[in-house]
């Protein structure tokens, strides 16, 4: 492996001058990008690859969040045989390159500059030991709530900024016999709810829980009343809820026969696929309580020791594509998010759009952007899991109250560090 790995960094680092030219070479890409939305982007990037004479054999795995991918990615490097590029978050990155299993793409980084382009926020998983390890393609963010318009405007009320004016909305939803959360029992679904939830219990109570993992937020009365707030918006979704994907949550919303999800802001990726409008047919709006604030998650491109100069050029060819400014803005505003580099001008998003960039910029400055511990920025994948755990037994109604869930929760991340 260690040969293999040496072959493979001093290949990397000769052929960032093929970068731009690499005959045609196939990348193997592995992504969970399998719904309409995430389809429609995943054209964007294969595309412009396409123009670059760098071929795109498909590895996809369904699974919002990505887990399943990563169950599969272990298996093909068990195997021997890893795919040559992985979509994939936060804290996994640093673990595959912990492994030694990834490249190194500091030559064309350093050629086109990412140093000063992509938020530090981001380098943090994107570079391991001063190496660049991957290729961030966008910046989505978790603390989103999609509602329709419509359904909105029949309750007579405004778009909630509080905890109050949501559950007054969502009661009017109810009243007006419509599915007041459009959502799907998946963990990781579940997760990125809990995200808003917890971030609306403010910023400081968010970094204490997930990034710093202290025992006392996590088992406290804070994350007692986040649980309690959990299992109250657990009494909107329909009795069909249970194991549903995402993306017929957001079809729910889309159509109007549920009045809002909360998900990251590729739910918008499927309400543009379905020719809706922001601010006509439906509203975007930050979890209420959590303005200002962002809970970030960036889907990077990760890549695996490959032998062969020309499969090696492929790579670099790919992550150069992917970093491109113009690629950037075209893929972002098909995706839902935002670019991954601070020199992308906003012209060619629409208004959701426009807020997310406005909102990263400014949380960035502010302290307030975080890590998504749903979608693996806020924890290595072990807390993570324990999170989801108890989070999908308190939405589930599986503890008396939320002091019992917040009790478990503390329990489960010790025992999982
Ligand atoms: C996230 C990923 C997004 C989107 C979502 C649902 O983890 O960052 O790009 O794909 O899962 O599949």
Redesign the pocket.
């Known amino acids: 492996m260690k040969n293999v790995m040496k072959h493979f960094v001093s290949a990397m680092a000769l052929s960032v001058g093929l970068a731009a030219s690499a005959s045609a070479e196939d990348v193997e890409v592995l992504h969970?990008?399998?719904?309409g939305g995430?389809a429609a982007a995943l054209n964007v990037l294969k595309d412009d690859l396409s123009t670059k004479g760098i071929g795109w054999v498909d590895m996809p795995v369904a699974?919002?969040?990505?887990e399943a991918a990563m169950t599969a990615l272990r298996a093909r490097v068990t195997a021997g045989d890893p795919p040559t590029a992985v979509?994939m978050?936060g804290f996994d990155i640093l673990d595959w390159a912990n492994e030694g299993a990834l490249g190194d793409l500091t030559p064309v980084a350093t050629a086109e500059g990412w140093d000063g382009v992509v938020p530090s926020a981001l380098q943090a998983f994107a570079k391991a030991d001063g190496k660049w390890i991957s290729a961030p393609v966008?910046v989505?963010s978790t603390n989103w709530v999609w509602i329709n318009k419509a359904a909105l405007d029949a309750t007579g009320m405004a778009s909630p900024i509080s905890w109050d004016e949501l559950v007054a909305v969502l009661d009017k939803m109810k009243e007006n016999g419509i599915t007041p959360l459009g959502h799907g029992g998946q963990a990781?679904q579940d997760a990125t709810v809990f995200d808003g939830v917890v971030l609306s219990m403010g910023n400081d109570f968010y970094k204490a829980a997930f990034i710093d993992l202290d025992p006392a937020a996590l088992g406290g009365d804070q994350m007692a009343e986040a649980f309690n707030r959990l299992i109250k918006l657990s009494s909107y979704v329909d009795s069909n809820f249970s194991g549903r994907d995402?993306?017929l949550a957001s079809a729910m919303v889309i159509n109007g026969e549920a009045g809002m999800q909360m998900m990251?802001d590729?739910a918008k990726g499927e309400f543009l696929k379905a020719g809706k409008v922001p601010g006509t047919d439906f509203v975007c709006i930050r979890f209420p309580g959590t303005q200002g604030a962002v809970t970030f998650?960036?889907?990077q491109f990760a890549m695996f020791g490959v032998e062969g100069e020309g499969a090696v050029a492929a790579q670099a060819a790919m992550a150069s594509a992917i970093m491109n400014p113009t690629f950037q803005s075209a893929f972002n505003v098909v995706?839902g998010?935002v670019p991954a580099r601070t020199d992308v001008p906003n012209d060619a998003f629409d208004d959701c759009g426009k807020k997310g960039m406005a909102d990263l910029a400014a949380a960035n400055t502010n302290g307030s952007l975080f890590g998504s511990m749903?979608?693996?920025h806020a924890a290595p994948a072990a807390v993570k899991n324990a999170v989801y755990d108890v989070v999908t037994a308190a939405f589930n109604g599986e503890y008396a109250d939320g002091a019992a869930a917040a009790a478990a929760l503390a329990e489960a991340v010790a025992a999982a560090q």
Request: charged share 10%; aromatic share 20%.
């Open positions: 969970w990008w399998t719904s995430e699974g919002g969040g990505g979509q978050l966008n989505h990781w995402w993306n990251g590729w998650n960036s889907d995706k998010s749903a979608h693996g």
